[in-house]
T-cell receptor, first 113, second 117 residues
Framework: AQSVTQPDIHITVSEGASLELRCNYS??????LFWYVQSPGQGLQLLLK??????LVQGIKGFEAEFKRSQSSFNLRKPSVHWSDAAEYFC???????????FGKGTTLSVSS | GAVVSQHPSWVICKSGTSVKIECRSL??????MFWYRQFPKQSLMLMAT?????????EQGVEKDKFLINHASLTLSTLTVTSAHPEDSSFYIC?????????????FGPGTRLTVL
C-alpha cells in the first residue's frame, strides 16, 4: 500500500535561514509526488510536483524539491525562508496523475525573527 | 485557470440536521471529484471518489448513507452530511480532476468548515 511519511511534526526556522522538509514514500512503482502548503483555515496550494524527468523540480514561492528514488524521498527545500512561509506543509503521492492522493501527516513550519 | 470553489466556506448546524456542501469546478470540466476530510492538526483523509454520472466510491470506514455524494454534472459535486452529529465536525475539502486531454492534475477547493452543535 502507498504511504507517505513526514518525520518532522514541527520545525522552527529563523527568517532568512534555509529550510528542508523531509518526505519519504512507500510505493512499488514510479510515484507521482506533490508538495502542498496550507495556511490556517485555508485550502491547499500546490507548491510543486514530480511526475518524471529531471529529479530536481522547481516550484512556486522559491521552493524546490528533489526526487531520490534510491532513498524513496522527495524533500522540499528553500534557500531563504520568509515569515510568510509559516504554514502547514503536506507531501502527497499518487499512482498516476489525477488519482486520489495519499497525504503525509504534515509538517508545521514556524518562522522566528 | 483550474479553479475549484466550495460553498459554504463554513457552516454551523444543530445535531440531527443535514448539511449540503457544494464543490464546483469554475473553468474546467471535472470528470472526477474527490472528497477529503481533515480533523484539526491532522492530515487529509480521502472519503470518496466521485465520477460524473455514476455512484461514488467510498473509502473503507466511510458511511455512504451518512455522507451522500452526488456528481450530477461535469462542474458540480455535492456532499450531504445527513443527521449530523458533533463528531462530524471537521474541515471538508474537495478536489477535482479534469479531462485527460486538458487537465491531468487534481485541483483543490478552499474547504468547508463544518461545526455541529
Amino acid at each position: 500500500a502507498q504511504s507517505v511519511t513526514q518525520p518532522d511534526i514541527h520545525i522552527t526556522v529563523s527568517e532568512g535561514a534555509s529550510l528542508e522538509l523531509r518526505c519519504n514514500y512507500s510505493y512499488g512503482a514510479t510515484p507521482y509526488l506533490f508538495w502542498y502548503v496550507q495556511s490556517p483555515g485555508q485550502g491547499l496550494q500546490l507548491l510543486l510536483k514530480y511526475f518524471s524527468g529531471d529529479t530536481l523540480v522547481q516550484g512556486i514561492k522559491g521552493f524546490e524539491a528533489e526526487f531520490k528514488r534510491s532513498q524513496s524521498s522527495f524533500n522540499l527545500r528553500k534557500p531563504s525562508v520568509h515569515w510568510s512561509d509559516a504554514a502547514e506543509y503536506f507531501c502527497a503521492v499518487s499512482n498516476q496523475a489525477g488519482t486520489a492522493l495519499i497525504f503525509g501527516k504534515g509538517t508545521t513550519l514556524s518562522v522566528s525573527s | 485557470g483550474a479553479v475549484v470553489s466550495q460553498h459554504p466556506s463554513w457552516v454551523i448546524c444543530k445535531s440531527g440536521t443535514s448539511v449540503k456542501i457544494e464543490c464546483r469546478s469554475l473553468d474546467f470540466q471535472a470528470t472526477t471529484m474527490f472528497w477529503y476530510r481533515q480533523f484539526p492538526k491532522q492530515s487529509l483523509m480521502l472519503m470518496a471518489t466521485s465520477n460524473e454520472g455514476s455512484k461514488a466510491t467510498y473509502e473503507q470506514g466511510v458511511e455512504k448513507d451518512k455522507f451522500l455524494i452526488n456528481h450530477a454534472s461535469l462542474t458540480l459535486s455535492t456532499l450531504t452530511v445527513t443527521s449530523a452529529h458533533p463528531e462530524d465536525s471537521s474541515f471538508y475539502i474537495c478536489s477535482a480532476r479534469g479531462l485527460l486531454s486538458s487537465y491531468n492534475e487534481q485541483f483543490f477547493g478552499p474547504g468547508t468548515r463544518l461545526t455541529v452543535l
